[in-house]
């Protein structure tokens, strides 16, 4: 844990040894985590415990390698609780201060969403979506659904905690 040691590429700019940042939703100061990065460089990324997010300069999702995927998955299930509520739609990039735009992607057949810098400084994606990204969490088969309608009444949404009946909704 410690401020960034490396160099990243935001968009043109390079960003050198950049400061730990307020999460763009709530504005709380975002703890630093440094995890293995590809071809022996670290990559210093930014946890919101509150908001259960994770903001990545530009590549740095991409650059983790297989076992810091594995690191972030175990300090994503120490500290997970449920997330506060807050307005994403006016959220800002910690670099740039521009608004964020709301990204829907997919991982093989996982899609998962994030909001992203216009300038490409960087993205913001919860806990939850980077575990989609990842393909650590699957949708799931028309077989597993109905045997969960079946056995279960309610679950809770692991984004903003809300009870899902499962019975009427997929």
């Not at 300038?119 to 077989?143: A, C, Q, V």
């Amino acid at each position: 844990v410690g401020g960034h040691q490396q160099r990243v590429l935001c968009g043109s700019v390079l960003c050198q040894n950049s400061p730990p940042v307020d999460c763009p939703r709530c504005q709380t100061a975002m703890l630093q985590e440094t995890l293995a990065g590809r071809l022996g460089r670290p990559v210093t990324i930014d946890l919101c415990q509150s908001c259960q997010a994770i903001w990545f300069d530009a590549h740095e999702s991409s650059s983790l390698t297989p076992g810091a995927t594995l690191a972030l998955f175990r300090i994503i299930g120490e500290r997970v609780s449920r997330p506060h509520s807050t307005n994403a739609d006016l959220a800002k990039c910690p670099r740039c201060r521009a608004r964020l735009r709301r990204t829907h992607d997919m991982q093989r057949t996982t899609r998962f969403e994030y909001l992203r810098c216009p300038n490409e400084h960087g993205r913001l994606t919860s806990f939850f979506d980077f575990l989609r990204e990842k393909d650590f969490i699957h949708p799931l088969t028309p077989e597993q659904l109905a045997e969960l309608r079946q056995n279960v009444q309610s679950v809770h949404c692991s984004n903003c905690g809300a009870a899902v009946d499962v019975t009427r909704e997929s």
